[in-house]
């Protein structure tokens, strides 16, 4: 008697974050699944964390372009999530949030807005008008919400260099809420 070989169903291989680097437009078909593997939630902390790793490394114009790259398919996906605060709250620590916000606005702003304060609404475009709209409301909440108090953070994301994860992200959240408070 032979042994008989069944054969096994295949497991799909998830994606890899910098597989859509390579294939921008694998994107767009990646989130219309509702079950991607990984998730838009995933995706997005994958490109800000990729985003701020390769921010430190800007020695060459593909190094500047792969980051570049990196905030806009993190952009696309939080547009995909349909820029829902609640959500994006949940699936990144606040500073990946007060990141991706702060990229949002430079990537849609001219330079000079960052040293003119604007009085009025008129001259912005629609874009411009909903980054800092959305920055703004997102600062809000986060002020507010560290004005009552809390358990300690819960630690998401990326582990610290250090492996005293809590320590760090408590005080890069504590430097983000400060930062925040002073706009």
């Known amino acids: 008697m032979e042994p008989q070989i069944i054969p096994r169903v295949p497991t799909p291989v998830p994606i890899l974050w910098f597989e ?20 838009a939630s995933q995706l997005l902390m994958q490109f800000v964390d990729q985003s701020i790793k390769a921010q430190g490394n800007l020695e060459t114009s593909v190094q500047v372009k792969k980051v570049r790259d ?9 547009a995909h999530m349909k ?16 990141k991706l916000l702060k990229d949002f606005m430079e990537l849609v702003s001219n330079p000079e807005l960052k040293e003119q304060v ?6 912005l475009d629609d874009h411009i008008l909903m980054a800092f ?39 890069i959240n504590d430097m983000v809420i400060k930062t925040v408070s002073n706009y």
Not at 20 to 35: A, I, M, R, Y
Not at 70 to 78: E, F, Q
Not at 83 to 98: A, C, D, F, K
């Open 133 to 171: 709209m959305l920055f703004n409301r997102w600062s809000v909440r986060v002020i507010i919400e560290n004005s009552y108090p809390t358990k300690p953070p819960k630690i998401t994301g990326p582990q610290a260099p250090n492996g005293n994860a809590a320590l760090n992200v408590a005080g």
């Open 20 to 39: 859509f680097l390579l294939n921008q437009n694998q994107l767009e078909t990646h989130l219309s699944d509702p079950d991607a593997d990984p998730s």
């Open 83 to 98: 820029w829902n605060l609640g959500i994006i709250q949940e699936s990144l620590p606040l500073y990946m949030v007060h």
């Open 118 to 123: 604007m009085t009025t609404s008129d001259r």
């Open 70 to 78: 990196l905030k806009i398919l993190a952009l696309k996906v939080a």
